[in-house]
């Protein structure tokens, strides 16, 4: 049986394939130190320039850990057999929700 024959299957391959490009994306951030060096800094103004970049910087991380959070329930969903359904009330997914955010666990009506 190939992926294209089990939609489940399918969902999986992707979600591992985007589990794997959120966590090297992480290694990545991590390897890096962007902490502000106020050595670094010619002044006052360029020490906010580069701590306002690493609140950014540190914003995107937690919004990648969060989504990595949300790609293994999913996995756990699809191993159970409940992906694709809206774990609030039960009913299926859209196909392009699921598409555009594979982790979704919310129909559009209940997310939020």
């Given at each position: 049986?190939?992926?294209?024959?089990?939609?489940?299957?399918?969902?999986?391959?992707?979600?591992?394939?985007?589990?794997?490009?959120?966590?090297?994306?992480?290694?990545?951030?991590?390897?890096?130190?962007?902490?502000?060096?106020?050595?670094?800094?010619v002044g006052r103004l360029t020490f906010?320039?580069?701590?306002?970049?690493?609140?950014?910087?540190?914003?995107?991380?937690?919004?990648?850990?969060?989504?990595?959070?949300?790609?293994?329930?999913?996995?756990?969903?699809?191993?159970?057999?409940?992906?694709?359904?809206?774990?609030?009330?039960?009913?299926?997914?859209?196909?392009?929700?699921?598409?555009?955010?594979?982790?979704?666990?919310?129909?559009?009506?209940?997310?939020?």
């Amino acid at each position: 049986m190939t992926t294209d024959d089990d939609p489940l299957a399918e969902a999986r391959a992707e979600l591992l394939e985007l589990e794997q490009e959120l966590t090297e994306r992480l290694a990545e951030i991590d390897s890096k130190d962007n902490r502000p060096k106020m050595d670094s800094a010619v002044g006052r103004l360029t020490f906010m320039d580069e701590l306002q970049q690493h609140n950014m910087a540190e914003h995107g991380r937690r919004n990648m850990e969060s989504q990595l959070s949300r790609v293994h329930a999913a996995l756990v969903r699809v191993k159970e057999g409940t992906y694709g359904t809206c774990v609030n009330c039960g009913i299926a997914i859209p196909p392009e929700r699921l598409e555009f955010m594979p982790e979704a666990s919310h129909c559009v009506q209940c997310r939020g």
